[in-house]
């Protein structure tokens, strides 16, 4: 059996979080098809509920707890949209959350995790302190792990915004996703293969957080020690699950310069007039760009978040 969630799980968890989700539309551009050479439809998560499309794993995760774990609270680690989520959705489960966030996490995505009441422990920003802390917390209070992308649940939640997108639009030759620590991609994998077997499946990378790539061109996950990237949301590593879906899934990864990502992010506000951040744009980039060839194919870029911090904006 190929790893992770099947097809009819990814149904499920759709249809168990419908109520609590934004179904979010898929917007066109022609001046931007002109510039890729190819017909592009974005799915525009940055317009999700908590600007992200981490409410669907998160929330599919904690209302899949039962009435014991859930009295526990849950405890997460994230540099901010999944953090968000989490404080979001326990919120609305009436449960405690607890989030470790890195200590460069954005300001704009910590004050959102307090606004929806979550208690935040800032760590510094590697994993291992990630992983330490939120262990820490759940030997005091324990607490339930919800982890960002290493969870079977995380995953078919996150696959349901492929499904809305394949549902939106008939025949899609190509769908990119940004990669991070793979919840999204790895649940876009299992939804597009399963039901649209030959399009392919590409994950969009920064070069300075590029584990992803690294990891599937030698065959063992090779984690990211210090990722460098203005994609502040894309520098977890791969696991072991995601790792395996991707590579069972052929999926391929490209990756996108610093430069590359502005410029993308840049032409997506004035084009679509769109608030994407620097991780949502990053799948636009090699089509915006011209460093993937897309020419004169059907292409579906889910826009992973709109969560930026107005008053550093890396554009003039």
């Known amino acids: 059996m190929p790893a992770g969630p099947d097809l009819a799980t990814l149904r499920a968890a759709h249809e168990r979080i419908r109520p609590y989700?934004?179904?979010?539309?898929?917007?066109?551009?022609?001046?931007?098809?002109?510039?890729a050479g190819a017909r592009l439809f974005f799915k525009c998560e940055n317009l999700q509920k908590t600007g992200s499309?981490?409410?669907?794993?998160?929330?599919?995760?904690?209302?899949?707890?039962?009435?014991?774990?859930?009295?526990?609270?849950?405890?997460?680690?994230?540099?901010?949209?999944?953090?968000?989520?989490?404080?979001?959705?326990?919120?609305?489960?009436?449960?405690?959350?607890?989030?470790?966030?890195?200590?460069?996490?954005?300001?704009?995505?910590?004050?959102?995790?307090?606004?929806?009441?979550?208690?935040?422990?800032?760590?510094?920003?590697?994993?291992?302190?990630?992983?330490?802390?939120?262990?820490?917390?759940?030997?005091?209070?324990?607490?339930?792990?919800?982890?960002?992308y290493n969870d079977e649940r995380i995953i078919a939640g996150q696959a349901t915004a492929a499904l809305e997108l394949l549902e939106q639009v008939s025949e899609l030759?190509?769908?990119l996703a940004p990669v991070s620590g793979g919840g999204l991609l790895s649940g876009t994998a299992i939804a597009v293969k399963s039901l649209r077997p030959r399009t392919e499946v590409v994950g969009?990378?920064?070069?300075g957080a590029d584990d992803a790539f690294r990891s599937l061109a030698t065959g063992h996950l090779v984690p990211a020690e210090t990722p460098q990237t203005i994609a502040d949301g894309l520098r977890a590593s791969l696991c072991p699950l995601t790792f395996q879906i991707l590579r069972e899934r052929d999926c391929r990864i490209v990756l996108v310069r610093e430069e590359e990502i502005v410029a993308a992010m840049r032409l997506l506000w004035e084009r679509l007039k769109l608030v994407v951040e620097p991780s949502g744009a990053v799948p636009a980039a090699p089509l915006l760009c011209h460093t993937s060839a897309a020419e004169g194919r059907n292409v579906g870029v889910i826009l992973s978040g709109g969560n930026v911090d107005l008053d550093h904006l890396p554009f003039s």
């Open 21 to 35: 989700i934004h179904r979010t539309p898929v917007m066109t551009s022609r001046s931007l098809d002109e510039l």
């Open 53 to 148: 499309f981490k409410i669907r794993g998160a929330m599919y995760t904690i209302l899949s707890l039962g009435e014991a774990e859930a009295r526990r609270g849950v405890v997460t680690h994230s540099s901010g949209n999944h953090a968000t989520a989490v404080a979001y959705a326990a919120r609305l489960r009436g449960i405690p959350a607890y989030v470790v966030m890195p200590s460069n996490a954005p300001q704009v995505k910590r004050q959102a995790v307090e606004a929806f009441g979550g208690k935040i422990t800032l760590c510094e920003p590697t994993l291992a302190a990630r992983e330490a802390a939120a262990q820490k917390i759940i030997e005091q209070t324990g607490a339930v792990l919800v982890h960002p």
């Open 173 to 175: 030759d190509l769908v």
């Open 204 to 207: 969009a990378e920064p070069a």
